[in-house]
T-cell receptor
Framework: DGGITQSPKYLFRKEGQNVTLSCEQN?????MYWYRQDPGQGLRLIYY???????QKGDIAEGYSVSREKKESFPLTVTSAQKNPTAFYLC???????????FGEGSRLTVL | AQSVTQLGSHVSVSEGALVLLRCNYS??????LFWYVQYPNQGLQLLLK??????LVKGINGFEAEFKKSETSFHLTKPSAHMSDAAEYFC??????????????FGQGTILTVHP
C-alpha cells in the first residue's frame, strides 16, 4: 500500500541534543511538508519542499533543518536551537496542483 | 494572505444528533477548502474538499460541507452523530491555482465529543 511512513513514533530527547525525524513516502508525490502540532494551535508549517534538492522555510522554521536528497525522503532535524521542541510532528505530501495533503501517522517528541 | 477560524474549540453532541462544526476563512484569491479529521496520536485524514466545483461537497462517513462565498464560510455537518465520530476536526484553506501545492493554513481545531 502506498503511503507516508514516519519514524520513530515516540522520541525522547535531553535538552541540548539534536534529533532527526524520518519521513518516507512511496506515493511518487513531488512535494513534501513538515508541520508541527501543539494543543489548541492547529498545525503550523515548518518546512516544505516542492522538488528534490530544494526546500523552503515555512512559518516556524527557526531551530529546525531539513534535506531533500531523494524524492521519497524528507527528514527533519530538531536542533538544540529550538527553544520549545516538545510537540507532535506531522509529515505530509501532495500532488501538484491539488492542494490536498496526505499525512503520515506523526512523531511525538518529548524533551526531558 | 489566508487564515481560518474555527468557532468553538469543543463541541459536544448526543449520539444521533446533528453535528455542526463551524469554519470561516479569509483568502485574497479563490480558495481551496478542506476538512480533515484526526484521531488521537494519529495523522490527519481528508474528510472532504472544495475546489471550485459544486458548492455542496459530500465527503466520507456521511459528512458534508457547503461553501458560502458571501459568508466566507465552509461549515461541516452530519445529520446523525455516531460514537465513532468523536475526534478532532480541522478546517484548512489553500490557494486555488498557481504553485500553491500543499501550503495549507489550518484552523485551531474543534474537538467533537459524542455521548450516548
Amino acid at each position: 500500500d502506498g503511503g507516508i511512513t514516519q519514524s520513530p513514533k515516540y522520541l525522547f530527547r535531553k535538552e541540548g541534543q539534536n534529533v532527526t525525524l524520518s519521513c518516507e513516502q512511496n506515493l511518487n508525490h513531488d512535494a513534501m511538508y513538515w508541520y508541527r502540532q501543539d494543543p489548541g494551535q492547529g498545525l503550523r508549517l515548518i518546512y516544505y519542499s516542492q522538488i528534490v534538492n530544494d526546500f523552503q522555510k515555512g512559518d516556524i522554521a527557526e531551530g529546525y533543518s531539513v534535506s531533500r536528497e531523494k524524492k521519497e525522503s524528507f527528514p527533519l532535524t530538531v536542533t538544540s536551537a529550538q527553544k520549545n521542541p516538545t510537540a507532535f510532528y506531522l509529515c505530509a505530501s501532495s500532488i501538484e496542483g491539488t492542494g490536498e495533503l496526505f499525512f503520515g501517522e506523526g512523531s511525538r517528541l518529548t524533551v526531558l | 494572505a489566508q487564515s481560518v477560524t474555527q468557532l468553538g474549540s469543543h463541541v459536544s453532541v448526543s449520539e444521533g444528533a446533528l453535528v455542526l462544526l463551524r469554519c470561516n476563512y479569509s483568502s485574497s484569491v479563490p480558495p481551496y477548502l478542506f476538512w480533515y479529521v484526526q484521531y488521537p496520536n494519529q495523522g490527519l485524514q481528508l474528510l472532504l474538499k472544495y475546489t471550485s466545483a459544486a458548492t455542496l461537497v459530500k465527503g466520507i462517513n456521511g459528512f458534508e460541507a457547503e461553501f458560502k462565498k458571501s459568508e466566507t464560510s465552509f461549515h461541516l455537518t452530519k445529520p446523525s452523530a455516531h460514537m465513532s465520530d468523536a475526534a478532532e476536526y480541522f478546517c484548512a484553506v489553500g490557494n486555488a491555482g498557481g504553485t500553491s501545492y500543499g501550503k495549507l493554513t489550518f484552523g485551531q481545531g474543534t474537538i467533537l465529543t459524542v455521548h450516548p
